[in-house]
Structure formats: C-alpha cells, structure tokens
C-alpha cells in the first residue's frame, strides 16, 4: 500500500485518483501510523512551505517518513511536497524541512516572466531512473510554482527553464521529488506515478 500524506494541504484526492488509476494499491491517510507500515509514501502540497511543516509535525508525520526514507522505502514528494524534502526553504522568514535531500528552497528566478510560473513546460532528464522509464526527454508537465529547490547535481534527476534553469525532478536513492504534478499532466504523469508503484512493489514482496 503507498500512503498519501493527508496533512491537510494539497490536491490529496486527485493524487490518490490517478495512483487509482494506474493500478495502485493507494490510500489519503490522516494516520501516521499507517506512514509507518506502507510500501511507498507520497507527500504532496500546495500553499506555504512553513505551514506545511507546522502542520507535518502538528500531526505527527515528521518522524515515520524520515524513518520510512531512512528503512529504504520508496518516497515521492509532489510540488510543494518535493519542496519539503529538502533542508530548509527560505520563504515567508524560512523554516526547516524533512532533510531528506540536501539543499534549500529559494525564489524561482523567472528573469521577469510572470510568477508563479503555470502551465506547461518541458522537462530533460538528466540520467536513467526507474522513476522515468517510458518518458521521452522534452515531455511536458504542468507546473504551478514560485519557488525551487536547490539541490547538489548529483541527486538531479531532470530539469526545466523558465527564466533560469532549474531542478524539477531529484533523486537521491529511495527518495523522489517533483516540482510538476503528474496528476495533472496527462499520460506522462500517469506514466510516472505508475512507475512510482513499480519502485514500491518490490518493498512488499
């Protein structure tokens, strides 16, 4: 079972009805408890970055996801979710992340396009991923964002331009994030969060 984190920010049922939708075994839980029995974890968002983590430590959550990342089991952070991932961000005076992957959260230098950056952009994979088997480089994803993570190259896994070039996509062995929704990006966003089950399966067995 893959565990939705219902924290109380994000598009919780459009996640869980496209995971539905691509055959997963999936659930939008407010119990941390069943964070620490399941395959796989995704912990969407959307809103402020420092309310998130009040919230994600108000309820409980902190501890069995960093312990669940820590067992080896698969995590994808989704938009603000993957913004979490990270050490820190600096938006609205700064707060602490789940420290899961290196780096921080600052302002998306658009280089005077219109922020947030919405709509569709194309991402270019930077290597080889479970997590993007079957996606073709340059496929769009619909994004909604103001700000972006700053992690080390290496845990890149795809990137984007508006403005500046940024990380969409990272990876740092079992923990995933995507700045984009797949949920709201068609086929190719179905693709990956297929492919973010398949990650999970073999945890299970």
């Given at each position: ?83 979490l991932l990270f050490d ?87 923990v995933f994030g995507v ?27």
């Amino acid at each position: 079972m893959i565990a939705v984190c219902d924290y109380g920010m994000g598009n919780l049922r459009s996640v869980e009805k496209a995971l539905e939708r691509v055959g997963a075994q999936a659930e939008r839980t407010t119990d941390p408890g069943a964070v620490a029995e399941a395959d796989g974890v995704i912990v969407p968002g959307v809103g402020a970055f420092g309310e998130a983590m009040t919230r994600i430590h108000d309820r409980g959550f902190f501890e069995p996801v960093r312990e669940r990342a820590a067992a080896g089991v698969p995590v994808l952070g989704i938009c603000l979710g993957m913004q979490l991932l990270f050490d820190r961000s600096t938006e609205l005076g700064g707060a602490e992340g789940l420290g899961l992957i290196a780096g921080d959260v600052t302002g998306l230098d658009a280089k005077g396009a219109k922020v947030p950056h919405m709509g569709w952009s194309p991402v270019e994979w930077r290597h080889e991923s479970a997590l993007t088997d079957g996606l073709s480089p340059g496929e769009p994803f619909y994004f909604v964002h103001s700000l972006v993570p700053r992690p080390a190259e290496r845990d890149v896994l795809g990137a984007t331009t508006y403005g500046e070039t940024f990380a969409c996509a990272v990876e740092r062995e079992n923990v995933f994030g995507v700045q984009f929704h797949p949920e709201k990006s068609s086929a190719a966003g179905l693709r990956l969060l297929s492919n973010f089950a398949a990650i999970c399966a073999p945890v299970h067995a």
